[in-house]
């Protein structure tokens, strides 16, 4: 009975717009992308981008700028360090307007001694750096992902007031 569907449903013509050809397609797709979590967790996929990595370590064109992404992308995923220190309000653009920032350096010997990233609105991967003195920053209470959904969301989402 299971061969006879089988034969039946590789040998007949297929409807794209039939319930079945849909619901098929989509288990397959949920099996696929199980298949390859699974695959990724694995030690034979970990060792393969083990292998890739040494080879773009070793690859003289790709070894500088991979290694200068890999240094710039680690302190974004690293949960035992975050790569900024505080949620701050900043002058910007203009004295008068601020904009939603996070100090990234605070250790620098000038008078402009914090660097604070201010993510763009609502794509936070573009952004400006900012050179600030201290006592222009306003120190919010918010929480790395508080700020973030606030400036992805253009101001729309305010989890928790701003003082």
């Known amino acids: 009975m299971v061969a006879r569907f089988l034969i039946n449903l590789l040998t007949s013509p297929i409807d794209p717009h039939s319930a079945f050809t849909q619901l098929f ?18 030690f034979l996929f970990q060792a393969f981008f083990e292998k890739i ?3 773009l370590h070793q690859t003289p064109l ?19 360090r975050s790569c900024f220190k505080k949620t701050v309000l900043v002058p910007f653009p203009h004295p008068g307007a601020y904009a939603v920032g996070f100090i990234t ?5 000038s008078a402009y001694s914090l660097a604070v990233l201010v993510p763009g609105t609502p794509s936070p991967l573009m ?4 050179m600030v ?31």
């Open 53 to 55: 990595e040494k080879l």
């Open 133 to 163: 003195p201290p006592h222009e920053v306003i120190p919010l209470n918010w929480t790395v992902e508080e700020a973030m959904k606030f400036i992805i969301s253009c101001g729309v989402i305010l989890e928790s007031p701003l003082h």
């Open 25 to 42: 397609t989509l288990v397959i797709m949920v099996g696929l992308i199980f298949l390859t979590g699974f695959l990724a967790q694995s």
């Open 105 to 109: 350096r605070d250790d620098f010997p």
């Open 127 to 130: 952004g400006f750096l900012l």
């Open 62 to 80: 790709f070894r500088s700028v991979y290694k200068s992404m890999q240094e710039m992308i680690h302190p974004f995923f690293d949960k035992d």
